[in-house]
């Protein structure tokens, strides 16, 4: 119930669902929470909320949120104290750790936890442990975008922002169903197109923003390359190419000329299943219709060549000058409302805050940190539980993250998580990872029951604020890290006392932020780069040169069809994503009256598709892979191509992660959640 009006306070924050980073007014009486309102003046929603944002405190006092520690004895959940639960974890840190090394051992941010939480999870794993398995979910989302990006131009980061859209004449969006999943960008895309501005779907299913669109490019999951290289070969055959800013700003012209004359309109048509003078028009008008700006999601990233089609994306941004300017770049839609913070923070095996190479700058962070650093090369969270599953991985602590119910091919993850000597999940709620494989449970506080930062899509640095007290034996995530490292002594390395003095901390190891101080984010945010505390903070990266030198790097990308293809036994391709009312796994959607709007997963199947198998709309289908089996209500939907099929993946008592599949992206190991080969079958009654 909405109670607008009897608020005694209001409070701004940021909304805890998706990476566009909509800001919140938030209306409290008597210390409870009574509803939330748009921020007029926000930058980035602009007086808007979606459906998800607008009611998106219920779960925060959900019957079932576990408001006390507990550590499962004799197969049993019981309630102890934080100095039991904490004595119990760091006593089995150490044994494992002395028993079969400190790389025994895994950690996981969260998407969830603020910038400061996910810098003091990372800076434990390292300092504490000693170890750089530490991991966080842009591996299962835009890793492939960060790799990319920064290999080709030097920061794996959105370019531009999002006022930028009303100022792009061409905007292209693939994969992404902005409308559903960034509903307030996908709204403002809808007003610049009403405005007069064009643009170009490309997406297998007709997703809302095709009605928009001129030009729906409905390709056969996974084959964005090819499409992307051959929008390459119109643009130089026609000479709709940008001549001085290649010459300027980009290497590798002669040979990227030369890999691509190969990809003809005519080939790529036949592979993406689509018509070749679509290809020449969009080309045209991407090339000839600009600035252009570009905007991804996931159903680019989430192939065995998720990092490639980002790579031959940015070609297309860079050959036509689309990059360094207001209107223009490559946009990631980030999914989660922090999950390129914990990902900037150092939650990758690879690096440190500010993205700082672990081979490369080790030495600065132990004069920072005065400590002694691994040197090790760490897992990242499929390596985690290959090793796990062959037993090698003893140990996990999994910060708001349902791993088992989201990673691909769960009875993978089963395996693995069976094998391990201790799991310590820290969430709200008991999550399917933590009902079946925890053996410690630390409940943690919610984004309205704690102070600290979120970094958005746009690079932006976002305040959150404690507005409502957390139950009484909760803990914010960064009082649990700081006092776990106590337990196992190191306390002088944790001795914070509040999330401000982690984010200054943040400031003197990442220069990037260093201007961005509490004081000038009380509002609005700032986006980094953002080197001193009179700079304005940065709109649009690349304008002069990128961080790699003067010139950004043109790839030669060629097309390798993935290893999961249909066959005659399973002759659909499913493909799963999300939806408008629920948010990823569901934990907290599932917990507020968006669960009434929506109370299941479905699988989408076209109704031709459905007529042939003899199947109606509501009923409930057999849905299987090589990996294993789900059943879902089957909804017939015009929208997805015949021969493929969708489903959305946060319905706990569905759980479509049982059956997608087990590849990965060649570079960054992201799953290939858009391709799984499947059969559905009709339920005899
Ligand atoms: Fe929240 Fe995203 Fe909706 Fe904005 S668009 S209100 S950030 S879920």
């Not at 019981?78 to 028993?99: P, T």
């Not at 643009?235 to 001549?243: H, K, Q, R, S």
């Not at 932020?513 to 903070?537: A, K, M, S």
Request: glycine share 6%; proline share 4%.
């Amino acid at each position: 119930v909405i109670q607008f009006g009897i608020a005694e306070k209001t409070t701004r924050s940021v909304c805890a669902y998706c990476g566009v980073g909509c800001e919140i007014n938030v209306e409290t009486k008597n210390e409870k929470i009574m509803g939330i309102r748009p921020v007029m003046e926000s930058p980035v929603s602009k007086g808007h909320l979606c459906v998800k944002g607008r009611y998106a405190w219920n779960y925060n006092y959900a019957e079932d949120r576990i408001k006390h520690p507990m550590i499962r004895k004799n197969g049993e959940w019981q309630k102890v104290s934080w100095d039991e639960a904490l004595a119990f974890c760091a006593e089995k840190f150490k044994a494992i750790s002395a028993q079969h090394g400190p790389d025994s051992i895994g950690i996981i941010g969260s998407a969830r936890a603020t910038n400061e939480e996910n810098y003091l999870i990372q800076k434990f794993a390292r300092a504490v442990i000693g170890t750089n398995n530490v991991e966080n979910c842009a591996r299962v989302c835009h890793q492939p975008t960060a790799k990319a990006m920064s290999m080709m131009l030097g920061t794996g980061a959105a370019t531009n922002s999002f006022d930028d859209i009303e100022k792009a004449k061409t905007i292209l969006i693939s994969g992404s169903n902005a409308t559903k999943n960034h509903p307030i960008v996908g709204a403002r895309i809808k007003q610049a197109v009403l405005n007069g501005a064009n643009l170009i779907v490309i997406d297998p299913r007709k997703i809302e923003l095709a009605k928009y669109t001129k030009y729906h490019l409905q390709l056969k999951p996974g084959t964005n390359i090819p499409l992307f290289n051959a929008m390459a070969n119109v643009i130089i055959t026609e000479g709709l190419f940008d001549a001085k800013f290649i010459d300027n700003r980009v290497e590798g012209w002669e040979a990227f000329k030369k890999f691509i004359s190969a990809w003809t309109p005519e080939r790529a048509a036949r592979i993406c299943q689509i018509s070749e003078e679509l290809i020449w028009e969009t080309a045209r008008l991407y090339a000839a219709e600009s600035p252009s700006m570009c905007f991804h999601g996931l159903g680019l990233t989430e192939h065995t060549q998720g990092t490639e089609s980002v790579m031959a994306l940015v070609n297309l941004a860079l050959i036509t000058g689309n990059m360094g300017k207001s209107g223009s770049g490559i946009n990631p839609l980030r999914g989660q409302n922090n999950v390129q913070g914990a990902a900037v923070m150092g939650c990758e095996p690879g690096s440190y805050t500010g993205l700082a190479s672990v081979k490369k700058d080790r030495e600065r962070f132990e004069k920072l940190w005065n400590t002694n650093l691994p040197n090790t090369k760490g897992l990242t969270l499929p390596e985690m539980i290959d090793t796990a599953a062959l037993g090698h991985l003893k140990a996990m602590w999994i910060v708001g993250f349902d791993v088992y119910f989201t990673m691909p091919d769960s009875s993978h993850t089963e395996k693995a998580f069976s094998n391990l000597d201790l799991l310590i999940v820290q969430d709200m709620f008991l999550t399917e990872t933590a009902k079946r494989f925890a053996n410690v449970f630390l409940p943690v506080a919610s984004s309205f029951e704690k102070e600290g930062t979120f970094m958005n899509s746009e690079r932006r640095i976002q305040r959150i604020r404690k507005m409502i007290p957390a139950p009484e034996e909760v803990k914010t995530d960064w009082e649990i890290v700081c006092e776990l490292a106590e337990k196992m002594d190191k306390k002088e390395l944790f001795s914070y006392t509040s999330a401000e003095e982690i984010w200054n901390e943040i400031r003197q190891v990442w220069k990037a932020v260093f201007g961005i101080t509490y004081q000038r984010i009380q509002n609005n945010g700032l986006q980094w780069p953002c080197p001193d505390e009179n700079h304005p903070g940065t709109e649009i990266l690349h304008e002069k040169s990128f961080p790699i030198g003067d010139k950004a790097n043109l790839s030669s990308i060629d097309f390798v069809p993935t290893l999961e293809q249909t066959s005659e036994l399973y002759p659909f391709i499913l493909v799963t994503g999300r939806e408008l009312y629920h948010f990823n796994s569901g934990t907290m959607t599932y917990r507020t009256a968006n669960k009434e709007i929506q109370p299941s997963d479905f699988i989408h199947i076209h109704p031709d598709d459905a007529t042939l198998m003899k199947m109606k709309g509501g009923e409930k289908a057999k849905i299987l892979s090589k990996y294993g089996t789900a059943f879902l209500k089957v909804k017939m939907d015009d929208s997805v191509r015949k021969g493929e099929c969708f489903a959305t993946f946060s319905n706990t008592e569905v759980f479509i992660n049982k059956i997608t599949g087990p590849f990965r992206d060649n570079y960054v190991q992201t799953p290939e959640y858009k391709i799984t080969s499947v059969r559905i079958e009709k339920i005899k009654q």
